[in-house]
């Protein structure tokens, strides 16, 4: 991303913040698609709610086995793309909510001598 367009979208953020408020907020549900099913009910009831209740335009995601990093990355750039090109056509500050659902490292146990090493899987 250039500069210029991280300055502006600072701005915006900053903008949104000074007057408590966003004309305009879309919700990035992410889980893994052969994941826990717990997290993919958990991220549809949220999505469910973000939507109905507080008129978010949400995006579900569910991480793919192949190429996750890939198609992940592309997911959240186009999402950030298209609600900077909302943002800046409407002219009104947008925000963008991201929930993960998932595990972190399946081993993170820092007190049991772990390396602290993240895992890239489902």
Same mark, same amino acid.
């Given at each position: 991303? *250039?500069?210029? &367009?991280? *300055? ?6 900053? &903008? ?20 826990? &099913?717990?997290?993919? #009910? ?25 190429? *996750? ?7 959240? *750039? ?9 943002? #800046? ?26 390396? #602290?090493?993240?895992?890239?899987? #489902?």
């Amino acid at each position: 991303m *250039a500069p210029d &367009q991280k *300055a502006r979208m600072r701005e915006k953020l900053v &903008q949104g913040l000074k007057y408590k408020t966003y004309r305009y907020v879309r919700s990035l549900i992410i889980y893994w698609e052969n994941g826990d &099913q717990g997290f993919k #009910e958990e991220g549809k009831r949220l999505g469910n709610y973000l939507e109905s209740r507080l008129g978010h335009n949400v995006k579900e995601f569910a991480i793919p086995r192949d190429y *996750a990093y890939s198609h992940l990355s592309r997911f959240i *750039a186009d999402n950030i793309i298209e609600t900077n090109g909302i943002m #800046e056509k409407r002219r009104y500050p947008a925000l963008i909510i991201l929930h993960y659902g998932g595990h972190g490292d399946r081993n993170d146990d820092i007190h049991g001598g772990e390396n #602290e090493e993240s895992v890239w899987a #489902e």
